[in-house]
């Protein structure tokens, strides 16, 4: 299992820009007692067959490594459902995309910490070479949306260390802000 | 903080546009790329990121890209991290931690010497060949 939430989100982020999407939206929500993620691409997608495999951790396609026989990212996810008794699905079509939505009592005692937003939102956020990644946070009735193409209009190319500085600065005012009561 | 506007995002890239025009720039670039598949996550990538991001400004070196990458293949060695370095050989480092990400920062992109002990010896590809 991924040491903190934000981790998990990034692997599965990670997939789908390998799985060339141009489209990625994250929303992620802590209503309540809940907290709850979904990723929808717009990537290569998965056929029946492949997506029963997927989530087997003794399976990768062999495409990137062709000796590698581990693909842990999905196998995690479903693991961290398990373990706190909340829910995993995994939806794809092939050639159309896949999502991915995921959901969990904030306070079990097996869910891994949240982890830092700020730097992991950056990272995705740098990841991706061109297309667009929407961001989606909601927390105690706020919310902000965050957009690779707008980040990259305003400040440029976003892997340039200054860039990453800043932008990992906007996200954590965002965070800040989203977490202050009232 | 104050929660930002991308207005207030644009006002402080030229703020630091212009600080650092001001200084006297070493202009040889130089790329940074950490391994961000499901095994550099596991072993902590997201750390050292942070920790290159502040040693980097703590250094105030200037000209740096760092990118991402999926896994590497190099799984038992995470978290991975390839230095391009102009004038320097390309150099993939292993089992890097957010110690080792500062001395890479200090001694590889400042003081242009290779962190030796943390070295991940690629092996030659005509001895790799045809294992595939």
């Not at chain 1, 087997?56 to 590698?68: Q, T």
């Not at chain 2, 370095?85 to 590889?108: F, L, Q, S």
């Amino acid at each position: 299992m991924h040491a903190t939430i934000c981790d998990l989100i990034m692997d599965l982020v990670q997939n789908s820009i390998e799985a060339n999407a141009e489209a990625i939206e994250l929303i992620l929500r802590e209503t309540g007692n809940q907290i709850e993620f979904s990723i929808k691409d717009n990537g290569k997608g998965m056929s029946k067959e492949v997506q029963a495999k997927a989530i087997d951790p003794f399976y990768s396609d062999g495409e990137k490594h062709a000796h590698r026989r581990v693909g842990l990212g999905l196998p995690f996810l479903i693991q961290t459902a398990e373990a706190t008794e909340g829910r995993a699905a995994i939806e794809s079509k092939e050639g159309c995309g896949t999502r991915i939505h995921f959901c969990a009592e904030a306070a079990h005692v097996d869910l891994p910490p949240f982890g830092d937003f700020a730097s992991a939102a950056t990272l995705m956020m740098s990841q991706m070479n061109s297309g667009e990644l929407r961001i989606v946070r909601e927390a105690s009735g706020k919310s902000y949306t965050l957009s690779r193409t707008e980040l990259e209009e305003t400040l440029g190319n976003l892997n340039e260390t200054q860039n990453l500085m800043l932008i990992k600065t906007y996200i954590g005012s965002q965070e800040d802000n989203l977490r202050k009561a009232g | 903080m104050a929660k930002l506007t991308l207005d207030d995002l644009r006002k402080l890239r030229d703020e630091k546009k212009q600080t650092m025009n001001q200084r006297d720039a070493d202009n040889k670039s130089a790329e940074v790329i950490i391994g961000m598949g499901t095994c550099g996550i596991a072993a902590g990538a997201k750390g050292v990121f942070d920790a290159f991001l502040d040693e980097l400004e703590k250094a105030g070196i200037q000209n740096v890209t760092i990118k991402q990458t999926g896994c590497m293949g190099l799984c038992f060695s995470e978290p991975t991290v390839e230095v391009a370095c102009e004038d320097m050989p390309r150099v993939v480092y292993g089992n890097v931690d957010e110690k080792t990400a500062r001395r890479i920062v200090r001694e590889h992109l400042e003081g242009k010497s290779l962190v030796s002990d943390h070295i991940f010896d690629k092996p030659s590809t005509d001895i790799i060949k045809g294992d595939k």
